[in-house]
């Protein structure tokens, strides 16, 4: 039905701007998934262009658009920002026994061939996924107030639930708290009448050794103080469980991380401050609204060894070329740079070189092959990468 709607605007878009006949057009149907995202915005603006441009050359040319990097960021859509109050009752025991949930945001189907979506002025990819779908509540409800603020959105990969997981795991969890439960044996109890996530849950947990205490209590490696957190969703019908294991520190040292073997390692020599700089206006961008964006997120260089093209728009095709595109704050490193022997700028980018995500005569495959009997190898089958060389040097025997 989304496919035939999508191609019904396509046609729309197509015959309003040279004024066609329907009979004048025809569009060959693609197997192209499911059209969601972005080929799927309302107004078709990528059929309007080459429509437009077949009319001023008089058809006499195949016409085929390719956007600009620029052009299609400044052309996209944004995710719906949402807003969520929800308040909850718990009986003495600590039982849920009443949900009330305030959502609000922009609808992604009103306007659009999808809206009769919507039913009981409610738009149900803003509220799906939500606490009292998932979790067994006595006394439920839910609102939705419609947004309009101007922002031109669409959705992206999940639609509602990218915001109603974190809403309902958050909740549950200090529910959990305020009852003085276990955050896993809280969420078991809520889900009795659904037996496919409390399976998942429960195995999920098994897996994470969650019932395990750490091995010197909360209490980790220089003084680090370890967690772990558990979360769980139904969303187009998969149920997926995460368990995360978190440690902190005061910031002077390294926290460990952990691997799945329970061997613990170090990231370190991150080499950012993880705040936004000014770094120029070779790097400005221009905002859905005209707006200019002059400030921009300072990346981890571990990894700029094998991730380029270089800057955030990957304009710079080698090191060299990103470091001189700098100004703005980084000006006086970027001169500094310049002004430099050339053996020391080599140096500098050998270094950089070395800061690889892993070892550089290694691929995904030949760091786990997979197994090419297994089904849809190697969609399916196919290897990934270990994290036992993720961060860390090559050369590193840990």
């Known amino acids: 039905m989304l496919i035939v709607d999508v191609v019904e605007r396509v046609l729309i878009r197509a015959i309003e701007f040279p004024r066609l006949k329907p009979e004048q057009v025809f569009i060959n149907t ?15 603006d990528y059929i309007a262009e080459a429509v437009s441009i077949a009319k001023a050359t008089d058809g006499k040319y195949p016409v085929k658009v390719i956007w600009t990097r620029e052009d299609d960021i400044t052309g996209g859509r944004y995710r719906p920002a949402t807003y969520h109050h929800v308040t909850a009752g718990l009986s003495q025991d600590g039982k849920l026994i ?19 979506m919507i039913k009981d002025g409610v738009d149900p990819t803003s509220v799906e996924g939500g606490t009292t779908e998932q979790y067994d509540v006595e006394n439920a409800h839910v ?30 969890d200090e529910l959990a708290q305020a009852a003085g439960k276990d955050p896993v044996a809280y969420r078991l109890s809520l ?28 209490t980790g490696p220089n003084g680090a103080r370890r967690g772990r957190g558990v979360a769980i969703h139904e969303s187009f019908g998969s149920v997926v469980a995460h368990v995360a294991e978190v440690t902190v520190n005061d910031g002077t040292t390294y926290p ?32 859905w609204d005209g707006s200019t964006q002059t400030q921009f997120l300072t990346r981890p260089l571990w990894g700029v060894g094998s991730t380029g093209p270089y800057g955030h728009d990957g304009r710079s095709i080698t090191l060299n070329d990103v470091i001189l595109r700098h100004a703005g ?63 860390n040097d090559p050369t590193d025997p840990e």
């Open 143 to 172: 609102t939705w107030t419609q947004a309009k603020v101007g922002v031109p959105i669409l959705w992206w990969r999940s639609v509602g639930h990218t915001h109603t997981a974190y809403a309902k795991e958050v909740l549950i």
């Open 329 to 391: 704050e980084a000006k006086a490193a970027r001169d500094k740079y310049a002004a430099s022997p050339s053996g020391e700028q080599a140096a500098l980018q050998t270094f950089l070189n070395s800061l690889v995500l892993f070892p550089p005569d290694d691929t995904a495959s030949s760091l786990d092959p997979g197994d090419p009997t297994k089904t849809g190898f190697p969609q399916y089958g196919h290897g990934s990468i270990k994290l036992t060389v993720l961060f």
């Open 30 to 44: 693609l197997a192209a998934g499911g059209t969601f995202g972005r080929r799927a915005n309302a107004e078709s």
């Open 191 to 218: 889900l009795d009448k659904n037996p496919r996530q409390a399976a998942v849950l429960k195995l999920a947990a098994q897996n994470a050794g969650w019932d395990k205490s750490f091995p010197n209590g909360q």
């Open 98 to 116: 009443a949900v009330k949930q305030d959502v609000v945001n922009q609808s992604i189907m009103a306007g659009t061939p999808m809206a009769g």
């Open 256 to 287: 460990p991380l952990k691997q799945p073997k329970g061997e613990a390692f170090e990231v370190r020599n991150i080499f950012t401050d993880f705040k936004r700089h000014d770094v120029g206006p070779n790097f400005y961008e221009r905002n």
